[in-house]
């Protein structure tokens, strides 16, 4: 069909057939979740003790210095404006907006909360949203439950990630801890105590099952390596590793927004919902018809038996021979660690919920599909058995997508024997 679903039109057609009534109830929530993630940037939240560098680091991804060092701001969400704009919320829950941004003025009033609108290019692809508290383990605690529902990528600033910030952090969903990345900020200031790479060494074992990854980043250089016009000393910003975070934040915002696209791409599919209803919508209906007859908006869904699972379910992609070895060891090992640890968050947010109420498993599940998808399509050893296992994550990521517009606790119980079953497939692998 010419007319067909693309990235660029797939939001007007979610928008379009939520406005037309025609999607079944039990999926407009999905729909509406879909497009909710399609029309925003990716959240990117900094988090940390005060004075650990959030301020700094932030400047950083901006490439100039918006936030004045050590100044005494209310949390503070930054996000994309044609024009400069600051909003202020008071304690009194009264908001001001004012054109000019004047930070030194906001830092002495009483705001609870502000926000700026900035014409920075990376502002088009993520917010970003320092959590400022006071120190202390209740309010971190606070800020931590209050900011994870506001987050898809979380920064933790530190020096030592002590004890109380490893305390705070175990609040810290595993869904988004495994798209967390613990910074050392002030690395030059690591390095010439010759303190960096003890410190990097100790916290290994705590980010491989706490993060992401680690990146420790010399954020004062970083920031110094953006001339008066805008121009980067690109030497000078690789070495501070301001550089390599902000590849890889972006670089995994494009992921998960990627991630975001096929899922609006499968939905339309499911409910085999038409891209002529958005043709009719703006008027371009005649041109259409011309290709084709003019079908249905919205047809009936498949039945539900096309997307449910038996709870024996094996995913119907062949593995290599079991008698093969895999030559990528290490990333297998990473891959089951993290199913064991989601398994467990899986057994807890089961027993958290009542009967019907099962959705979160799947929404869990389906996060954790995408991450090993991530995984594994960054492999570049040319091994036989990752490569063929990338193949059963992509059959499976399908099936967790059709199994999240499903109704009632089976599809939950359906995925989550799925992701067993991808962890047996890893475990008899190794054993090999």
Known sequence: MKHAATD????????????????????????????RRLVSPVRVSVLGLPHSGKSELINMFLGRRILPKDAKLPTTEIVYGEIERATITR???????EDKIDLEKISRSKAAFLKLEIPAKILKRVSLLEVVTDGTALELSSAIDWSVRRTDIALWCSQSFDELEQSVWRRV???????????????????AEKTLSKRVAALESIVAEEFHSLFAVATLQALNAYGPSGAIDEAMHHASGG???????????????????????????????????VLEATGDAKAAKADAPSPKEIEKPAPKAEATVATDVAVPVAMPDAGERPQNITLLSDAVRFLKRRGDTLGETAASLGEGKAKPLIDQCVDAVEYLVDMFSQDESGCPVADAFMDELAEAADMMVLMQVEDGDGPAADAATLLLQLRRDIEMKLAA
């Open 243 to 277: 550089g390599a975070l902000a590849a890889e934040i972006l670089r995994h915002a494009e992921r998960g927004r990627r991630a975001d696209f096929d899922g609006a791409h499968m939905f339309l599919a499911r409910y085999r919902i038409k891209p002529d209803i």
């Open 8 to 35: 660029d039109n797939v939001i007007a057609i979610l928008e379009a057939a939520l406005a037309s009534g025609g999607i079944p109830s039990a999926a407009r929530d999905y729909a509406e979740h879909l497009l």
């Open 91 to 97: 304690v009194d829950g009264k908001t001001v907006s």
């Open 173 to 191: 969903p595993d869904s988004l801890k495994d798209h967390a990345f613990l910074v050392l900020t002030k690395a030059d200031v690591l390095s």
